[in-house]
């Protein structure tokens, strides 16, 4: 089961949504539909969904005010006719940004993108473990470089080393 929050100010937007979802996909239960940001914060407060449905402006003001008073978890995907508020909009939560009115094919895909955010996050975590791992170790930089000094090979620290240059298709050191 998919629980999705719908967060429109417009009631035949919001339940045109709901329609669209449900036709979509059947797993889908509407949690909510909240039309301002006021509704919108309290109900996050003590609730939670597995994806939101949102709209930019709504009846009491603009919806990333709602990110500025409650930690929302749940991806979002923005339903909106205004097309400038994109980058802004995947700052926070945002795994897409759909133009009203809102197609089917393109909610289609974007509930695709959703579930396949999700499904990526429940793999096994050992390799993004050893990634992070590896990130975090302090990088090992040579400590000496093994270098001919006219006849001699020689052992030079990198401490030493004031720079390196290139002549001739040699590389030198001073």
């Known amino acids: 089961m998919l629980r999705v929050l719908i967060i429109e100010d417009e009631k035949p937007a919001a339940d045109y949504l709901e329609h669209l979802l449900g036709r979509i996909d059947s797993q889908v239960e509407v949690m909510?539909?909240?039309?301002?940001?006021?509704?919108s914060v309290v109900w996050l407060s003590s609730n939670r969904s597995d994806l939101i449905m949102m709209d930019i402006h709504l009846a009491d003001g603009?919806?990333?005010?709602?990110?500025?008073?409650?930690?929302?978890?749940a991806p979002v995907i923005f339903t909106t006719a205004y097309d400038q508020?994109?980058?802004?909009?995947?700052?926070?939560?945002?795994?897409?940004?759909?133009?009203?009115?809102?197609?089917?094919?393109?909610?289609?895909?974007?509930l695709e993108k959703f579930h396949q955010f999700t499904s990526a996050a429940s793999y096994d975590?050992?390799?993004?473990?050893?990634?992070?791992?590896?990130?975090?170790?302090?990088?090992?930089f040579q400590q000496r470089f093994i270098v001919y000094a006219g006849e001699k090979i020689r052992s030079v620290k990198?401490?030493?080393?004031?720079?390196?240059?290139?002549?001739?298709?040699?590389?030198f050191l001073c």
């Open 85 to 110: 508020y994109a980058i802004k909009a995947f700052k926070v939560n945002s795994i897409d940004y759909l133009l009203k009115p809102i197609d089917e094919k393109e909610l289609r895909k974007s």
């Open 62 to 73: 603009n919806c990333f005010s709602i990110f500025d008073q409650v930690d929302v978890k």
């Open 158 to 171: 990198t401490n030493e080393i004031a720079y390196f240059y290139i002549a001739e298709k040699d590389v």
């Open 32 to 39: 909510a539909k909240l039309a301002t940001v006021r509704e």
């Open 125 to 140: 975590m050992t390799e993004l473990t050893e990634v992070i791992r590896a990130m975090n170790r302090k990088p090992e």
